[in-house]
């Protein structure tokens, strides 16, 4: 292959080059007297991306999936109620850990393409008068199927009932690229991935945690060793870790938050939605749908494209690659060959989003289906030329 492959999977995403950079160094000593001068901002810095003053954030080698299992074996206990929807394979992977972890999980079915059922939670949570439910479980950004939900409103449906029950998000695909408020909405415990927003290899799993889920902490008795918020805690105050940490990613994390906060958080989130936009603007020219049933569940990181049941998706994220050297994302689980999706996260910006939707274009023609060539690409075009500000394109660069 002559040039890089394109990289559209919702995750990993690009790595910006700044950000390579601060990971190209000699192995340092994790236990030397200042390395907290270097640890210590860091994780006060990163409390600003999760938009919190009062919890703390972990951040522990490890990957989204160590985060999920970091902040409910630290919270929660085996046998404890917890209340979860189901649309995607990242929300059933939530469950399934948890399942395996020995809680009790209530399992709400919704159709893959909607949100997390606010109202069904209200009415759940409005019932539990004796608060059996411990938890309650929210992926914010399904990544299997593009759909955002609404972590604002199930704060909202817990306040009304005024249920005690903990607000666990799986922030990996929004931390960082959608606007994600963990005070604000009393998050308890916020999970994201260093390879999706953050813009760095996979190898971080950064946990937010809450004071009241730290509170939680000292009474849960699931097992846990590794990912123990005591230990990190302990630790952390002082600038170190229970463990030999991952200073190059540590190093990288650095320059990602230089750079998100270099660009204005608000300003990421607000490129993310325009970057997005175009990406919709191109599946409606292409006469395709998204697997997301309603614009209110619009992912700004990830856009799941439906295509015609004569088409097999897979096919076309195959030939992609093959042809183009353009990865695209494939179907998961029960979605596998009906949708392909193109992650539009991180270090972005027009061009290269135009990039992807040429390259899909293409595929797709490749693989049978008859979308106009190049129509994708020009309504997408016109909405990044007629939104196009000064401030965008510095943003972008
Ligand atoms: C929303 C969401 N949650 C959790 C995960 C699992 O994260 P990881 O693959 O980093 O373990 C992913 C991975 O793509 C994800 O998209």
Same mark, same amino acid.
């Given at each position: 292959?002559?040039?890089?492959?394109?990289?559209?999977?919702?995750?990993?995403?690009?790595?910006?080059?700044?950000?390579?950079?601060?990971?190209?160094?000699?192995?340092?000593?994790?236990?030397?007297?200042?390395?907290?001068?270097?640890?210590?901002?860091?994780?006060?810095?990163?409390?600003?991306?999760?938009?919190?003053?009062?919890?703390?954030?972990?951040?522990?080698?490890?990957?989204?999936?160590?985060?999920?299992?970091?902040?409910?074996?630290?919270?929660?206990?085996?046998?404890?109620?917890?209340?979860?929807?189901?649309?995607?394979?990242?929300?059933?992977?939530?469950?399934?850990?948890?399942?395996?972890?020995?809680?009790?999980?209530?399992?709400?079915?919704?159709?893959?393409?909607?949100?997390?059922?606010?109202?069904?939670?209200?009415?759940?949570?409005?019932?539990?008068?004796?608060?059996?439910?411990?938890?309650?479980?929210?992926?914010?950004?399904?990544?299997? #199927?593009?759909? %955002?939900?609404?972590?604002?409103?199930? &704060?909202?449906? =817990? $306040?009304?009932? /005024?249920?005690?029950? +903990?607000?666990?998000?799986?922030?990996?695909?929004?931390?960082?690229?959608?606007?994600?408020?963990?005070?604000?909405?009393?998050?308890?415990?916020?999970?994201?991935?260093?390879?999706?927003?953050?813009?760095?290899?996979?190898?971080?799993?950064?946990?937010?945690?809450?004071?009241?889920?730290?509170?939680?902490?000292?009474?849960?008795?699931?097992?846990?060793?590794?990912?123990?918020?005591?230990?990190?805690?302990?630790?952390?105050?002082?600038?170190?870790?229970?463990? #030999?940490?991952? %200073?190059?990613?540590?190093?990288?994390? &650095?320059?990602? =938050? $230089?750079?998100? /906060?270099?660009?204005? +958080?608000?300003n990421?989130?607000a490129r993310?939605?325009r970057?997005?936009?175009?990406?919709?603007?191109?599946?409606?020219?292409?006469?395709?749908?998204?697997?997301?049933?309603?614009?209110?569940?619009?992912?700004?990181?990830?856009?799941?494209?439906?295509?015609?049941?004569?088409?097999?998706?897979?096919?076309?994220?195959?030939?992609?690659?093959?042809?183009?050297?353009?990865?695209?994302?494939?179907?998961?689980?029960?979605?596998?060959?009906?949708?392909?999706?193109?992650?539009?996260?991180?270090?972005?910006?027009?061009?290269?989003?135009?990039?992807?939707?040429?390259?899909?274009?293409?595929?797709?023609?490749?693989?049978?289906?008859?979308?106009?060539?190049?129509?994708?690409?020009?309504?997408?075009?016109?909405?990044f030329?007629e939104t196009a500000t000064p401030r965008a394109r510095a943003a972008a660069?």
């Amino acid at each position: 292959m002559s040039a890089r492959t394109a990289l559209f999977v919702p995750g990993p995403t690009n790595v910006p080059d700044a950000v390579r950079r601060a990971m190209d160094i000699p192995m340092e000593d994790h236990r030397a007297p200042d390395f907290p001068d270097f640890v210590l901002p860091l994780l006060q810095d990163l409390k600003r991306v999760f938009k919190t003053r009062s919890g703390q954030v972990f951040v522990f080698p490890g990957s989204g999936t160590g985060g999920w299992e970091a902040a409910i074996t630290n919270t929660l206990s085996p046998g404890d109620k917890v209340l979860a929807a189901r649309f995607g394979q990242f929300s059933h992977l939530w469950i399934d850990l948890c399942q395996r972890h020995g809680l009790d999980v209530e399992v709400i079915d919704v159709a893959w393409g909607e949100g997390t059922p606010v109202e069904r939670f209200a009415e759940r949570l409005a019932k539990d008068a004796s608060h059996a439910i411990k938890a309650v479980l929210v992926c914010h950004n399904e990544t299997a #199927t593009g759909v %955002t939900s609404d972590v604002a409103a199930v &704060r909202r449906a =817990l $306040d009304a009932s /005024e249920h005690p029950a +903990l607000l666990c998000v799986d922030g990996v695909s929004s931390i960082a690229s959608i606007d994600f408020r963990m005070d604000e909405w009393a998050v308890d415990l916020a999970v994201a991935g260093s390879q999706k927003g953050f813009m760095l290899p996979a190898g971080l799993a950064m946990v937010g945690a809450s004071p009241k889920a730290l509170e939680a902490a000292k009474a849960a008795t699931s097992h846990r060793c590794y990912f123990d918020f005591a230990d990190m805690i302990r630790t952390n105050k002082d600038g170190y870790f229970p463990y #030999t940490p991952a %200073t190059t990613l540590l190093r990288g994390l &650095r320059a990602s =938050l $230089d750079l998100l /906060e270099a660009e204005g +958080l608000e300003n990421v989130f607000a490129r993310h939605r325009r970057l997005a936009e175009g990406v919709r603007k191109a599946v409606a020219a292409w006469g395709l749908s998204l697997c997301a049933a309603h614009p209110r569940w619009h992912s700004d990181t990830v856009s799941a494209v439906c295509v015609p049941e004569s088409v097999d998706a897979n096919e076309i994220v195959g030939l992609a690659y093959r042809r183009y050297g353009l990865s695209l994302g494939v179907g998961l689980s029960k979605v596998a060959g009906k949708v392909f999706r193109i992650g539009h996260l991180g270090h972005l910006n027009e061009l290269m989003v135009l990039t992807a939707l040429a390259g899909s274009e293409m595929a797709m023609r490749d693989a049978g289906l008859a979308v106009a060539p190049g129509s994708g690409v020009a309504a997408a075009q016109e909405h990044f030329r007629e939104t196009a500000t000064p401030r965008a394109r510095a943003a972008a660069a």
